[in-house]
T-cell receptor, first 117, second 112 residues
Framework: AQKVTQAQTEISVVEKEDVTLDCVYETRDTTYYLFWYKQPPSGELVFLIRRNSFDEQNEISGRYSWNFQKSTSSFNFTITASQVVDSAVYFCALSEAGGTSYGKLTFGQGTILTVHP | DGGITQSPKYLFRKEGQNVTLSCEQNLNHDAMYWYRQDPGQGLRLIYYSQIVNDFQKGDIAEGYSVSREKKESFPLTVTSAQKNPTAFYLC???????????FGQGTRLTVV
């Protein structure tokens, strides 16, 4: 069965600090996909990144970066020089490509990030 | 414009009544999903469907039912058997398993 754990329930930082959001996943499948989403106060989920299980390259997009490590089943998300607009709930998600969970998209519990001015 | 439409945005019902939440997409996506969001619980999967006339239970399907008679539509019925129906419900769709999902704006259901 697939599972996603985001152990950090809430994180509070001051603007310009760097912050890392942790994501640990469990799956029996060798082919799977990982995602990060942002949920601002408006409630609608905004897609940030997708990574497949065969691509362990880290990715950087502006102030955002993602560190995917299959050896530790982790897909962590770092915001550099955080800003107040980064305040939101962030979700990590997992989707398997085969097996009985084919098509299932499982989310973690989310991490509430608050960036103070 | 292409997207996912959930209606209504806010819904109030009396305890013991069934209520149906609407989800429509014009993105031509095969897969559709229903999630429930409670404070501190993240997004929990209720039901999902990979194709018309087929759907699977998610992690918290008890007290809910769905149908997928058309590709564009995936309505969710919250039955009187659901013990704590008050929550924020999100619908999503995606073309295939290796792609990201697109979400609607959600329906906040309050049962009094």
């Amino acid at each position: 069965a697939q599972k996603v754990t985001q152990a950090q329930t809430e994180i509070s930082v001051v603007e310009k600090e760097d912050v890392t959001l942790d994501c640990v996943y469990e799956t029996r499948d060798t082919t799977y996909y990982l995602f990060w989403y942002k949920q601002p106060p408006s409630g609608e989920l905004v897609f940030l990144i997708r990574r497949n299980s065969f691509d362990e390259q880290n990715e950087i997009s502006g102030r955002y970066s993602w560190n995917f490590q299959k050896s530790t089943s982790s897909f962590n998300f770092t915001i550099t020089a955080s800003q107040v607009v980064d305040s939101a709930v962030y979700f990590c998600a997992l989707s398997e490509a085969g097996g009985t969970s084919y098509g299932k998209l499982t989310f973690g519990q989310g991490t509430i990030l608050t960036v103070h001015p | 414009d292409g997207g996912i439409t959930q209606s209504p945005k806010y819904l109030f019902r009396k305890e013991g009544q069934n209520v149906t939440l609407s989800c429509e997409q014009n993105l031509n996506h095969d897969a559709m999903y229903w999630y429930r969001q409670d404070p501190g619980q993240g997004l929990r999967l209720i039901y999902y469907s990979q194709i018309v006339n087929d759907f699977q239970k998610g992690d918290i399907a008890e007290g809910y039912s769905v149908s997928r008679e058309k590709k564009e539509s995936f309505p969710l019925t919250v039955t009187s058997a659901q013990k704590n129906p008050t929550a924020f419900y999100l619908c999503a769709s995606r073309p295939q398993v290796n792609t990201e999902a697109f979400f609607g704006q959600g329906t906040r259901l309050t049962v009094v």
